[in-house]
């Protein structure tokens, strides 16, 4: 998914759980900020003493080509390709897709797997700390993503292939079809099939959904695929939007009165059904300007908690980062060292990465360990 559900549905969504605008702004921009903390390391202090470790949560540009794998494994797994275990509880092992690769079959991840939703358990009950609405927007884009990346896998595998693209009518969309394949720059990936191992081509497999772009994060598209399986998969973005929705809006009702298992009232038919309209009728591939309309229907006063001006900055002057640092800080420079403030400790930008840590040690130390997993 991408900055209009990430950002623009996600507010919604927590405003209609019950946060407070001030809440809800927590919790959207940390939910889009994971696709946008690109840099990791140390930042450094002028007192010669303090030191902070970020987290990086994306890699830059998205790009699903990365051929490093141990940051597959602690970015793209924890953040964006959680594994749903066939959709089955913890000790329980999937069957298929692939009877010969049980890990495989486990990794795949899948919409609103019990692996994803004991995420959001666990989110709930450390609801007590200090980066408690940062880390739920982490565990909001997370949970959310298990929709958009159902089926793939956040490793370079060929379970992520896909051919015989098709469009909204089941046809084969040649149109896609020849744009992905100028993505990839089809005749040099051809050419080095040629000059190295089968071994060393699996790295450059397509990571991810990278195979077919950006298209399972497009919230008005209708599609379908032949996975690297074989199998044929057809896709309804507006109905899987929807769902997930429709389940964050849940969770965050959960989250909010702070019980897992709290009974929900129904989202409001008006909510839900302007929520369903956006997903199809706003139909832009560029990303932000969906994300516009979702800002101005959110300003208009459409939904019913009222207008609200939730906004976003991922870096530069009036970030949460710049906010942190004191600085404007458009660019990183390893050698920077920033002034410290006593402010630094209580800042988003700090109880955001925070947060990052508790969830990646989280994911990969306790959760996916409980399914049988073993990732970094």
Not at 245 to 274: G, I, Q
Not at 304 to 323: L, M, Q, V
Not at 341 to 349: C, E, T
């Amino acid at each position: 998914m991408q900055i209009d559900f990430h950002h623009g549905a996600t507010y919604c969504i927590a405003r209609l759980a019950g946060f407070s605008h001030p809440e809800a702004s927590i919790v959207a921009h940390c939910a889009q900020y994971v696709d946008d903390a690109t840099n990791g390391g140390l930042i450094r202090f002028k007192d010669g003493i303090s030191l902070f470790l970020r987290v990086s949560s994306a890699h830059k540009m998205l790009d699903y080509r990365n051929f490093e794998e141990l940051a597959n494994h602690r970015v793209w797994i924890p953040f964006h390709f959680l594994p749903g275990n066939g959709g089955l509880p913890a000790g329980q092992d999937p069957d298929g897709p692939d009877p010969t690769n049980l890990l495989v079959n486990k990794i795949i991840c899948r919409p609103n797997s019990h692996v994803a939703q004991d995420m959001v358990r666990e989110c709930i009950q450390r609801k007590y700390r200090p980066y408690a609405l940062h880390r739920l927007g982490i565990v909001m884009h997370v949970y959310a993503d298990t929709w958009a990346h159902q089926g793939f896998v956040g490793i370079n595998h060929p379970v992520n292939k896909a051919t015989r693209l098709l469009d909204d009518q089941g046809r084969p969309d040649e149109q896609k079809q020849k744009h992905i394949e100028e993505y990839f720059e089809k005749s040099f990936v051809e050419q080095m099939v040629n000059t190295v191992s089968n071994r060393a081509m699996s790295k450059i497999m397509p990571l991810g959904h990278g195979a077919v772009l950006s298209y399972p994060d497009r919230p008005f598209l209708k599609w379908g695929y032949t996975n690297g399986l074989g199998i044929k998969v057809e896709r309804d973005n507006p109905k899987d939007f929807l769902e997930a929705a429709e389940w964050m809006y849940r969770w965050m009702y959960r989250y909010r009165v702070s019980n897992p298992d709290a009974s929900v009232p129904e989202l409001a038919p008006m909510d839900k059904t302007h929520i369903d309209r956006m997903f199809r009728t706003i139909t832009d591939t560029d990303k932000k300007k969906r994300h516009q309309k979702w800002l101005d229907s959110i300003r208009s006063g459409e939904f019913s908690f009222g207008p609200a001006n939730p906004t976003y900055i991922s870096k530069g002057k009036g970030s949460w980062k710049c906010e942190a640092l004191g600085n404007d800080c458009e660019n990183d420079s390893e050698n920077e060292k920033y002034s410290y403030q006593a402010s630094f400790l209580d800042s988003n930008w700090k109880l955001f990465h925070d947060a990052l840590n508790a969830h990646r040690f989280f994911v990969i130390h306790e959760l996916l360990p409980k399914y049988g997993l073993c990732e970094a």
